[in-house]
């Protein structure tokens, strides 16, 4: 370097650092790189076709790649109808804890979400849950709320990082085999949410489109076997979905229609379409009773809640308040205890199972 070029580049490195403090602009002269020919610089041509990525940790899935579970014929079994014992007594380990904690969602708007204002947990299922630490000790605010993805909430309950699990729960058969629910605080029907533009109706109209619906959810197979020329993209989060819309990613996402309330309420641009694929009942989920944590007396706590609330006014209360302004009041089913005799049956198998 000569000594002409390296005075030339002190001056520059001096006069960026006034230029920093005066906040004016500076520039190094062209001279310090090495001079090549504009026409030999490679040119990247921009691709038509690219986008911004899809959301992280999603499947795609082509049409019709992989069959649906076949629907199993196996009846939905009860629950465990609520004894005259206090909460104290029910469930003593929880109480002396002082707090129930419970997985929720953080982005399921109207449901259960984060209010990035406040910072506070808030929604439907939310206030569900403030109702059971209320009937426990007498404090809807005694509640430890655990962010649970979709396909983590099964294993939330065994691994018993949470107590109850009240995140859009669909009670069924198949799960039944993996938790334990309580009776119904929600009925759902299953509908598709669109872009108001798209020109799409109902599902007849998705053939060779892309339909998003969360990963772990019973609306997967929904998906696959209501539109089975529709490509599938999973998401970990219904919020993903509703972005991958907005982003043209997708045509329209499948969910029950309490979550897609919550959708078409962030968007004024989405409509939902189309009649019922399904009908789901929503149930808040426990650790299934073994010979480790026998959680009967636990559901038989939540059920007292759910009478409560459906008794006194307060569901149809937290209903108007959420969701009145999107759906029409479902009518809940009426709880399906098991008969006494099974139940103790069921409890005297867990305590020989302990011994």
Not at 30 to 55: C, F, V, Y
């Amino acid at each position: 370097m000569t000594s002409k070029f390296r005075r030339l580049l002190l001056a520059t490195t001096a006069a960026c650092t006034v230029a920093l403090v005066g906040a004016t602009s500076c520039s190094v002269p062209q001279r310090l790189a090495p001079q090549q020919d504009e026409k030999a610089i490679p040119q990247a041509s921009l691709n038509s076709e690219a986008g911004p990525p899809l959301p992280n940790n999603s499947i795609w899935e082509s049409a019709g790649s992989i069959e649906p579970h076949p629907r199993t014929k196996v009846p939905v079994t009860g629950t465990y109808r609520p004894d005259d014992k206090t909460p104290r007594e029910r469930i003593p380990d929880i109480y002396k804890r002082g707090r129930i904690i419970v997985g929720v969602d953080r982005s399921n708007n109207l449901m259960s979400y984060r209010d990035t204002a406040s910072g506070e947990v808030r929604g439907f299922e939310v206030d569900i849950a403030r109702e059971i630490a209320r009937d426990i000790f007498d404090d809807p605010n005694k509640v430890d709320f655990r962010f649970v993805e979709s396909s983590e909430r099964t294993s939330a309950l065994n691994e018993r990082s949470v107590d109850i699990v009240i995140r859009t729960m669909s009670i069924s058969a198949e799960r039944q085999r993996e938790v334990a629910f309580s009776a119904p605080y929600m009925t759902t029907k299953t509908k598709l949410l669109v872009l108001s533009s798209s020109g799409i109706r109902s599902i007849d109209d998705t053939a060779g489109k892309t339909l998003c619906a969360v990963q772990g959810s019973t609306i997967v197979d929904t998906v696959r076997r209501e539109a089975s020329t529709s490509n599938i993209l999973q998401t970990r989060s219904w919020g993903d979905c509703l972005m991958a819309l907005q982003l043209n990613q997708i045509d329209g996402v499948v969910a029950d229609d309490a979550l897609l309330s919550g959708m078409l309420a962030q968007d004024s641009y989405t409509s939902i379409v189309g009649a019922p694929l399904t009908s789901e009942d929503y149930g808040v989920a426990v650790r299934k009773p073994d010979s480790f944590y026998d959680s009967k007396p636990l559901l038989r706590q939540v059920n007292s809640t759910l009478e409560r609330i459906r008794q006194d006014g307060t569901w149809d209360r937290l209903f108007a308040t959420w969701l009145g302004d999107y759906l029409e009041k479902p009518t809940l089913p009426a709880p399906n205890y098991l008969p006494e005799e099974e139940s103790s049956k069921d409890a005297d198998a867990t305590k020989e199972a302990q011994r």
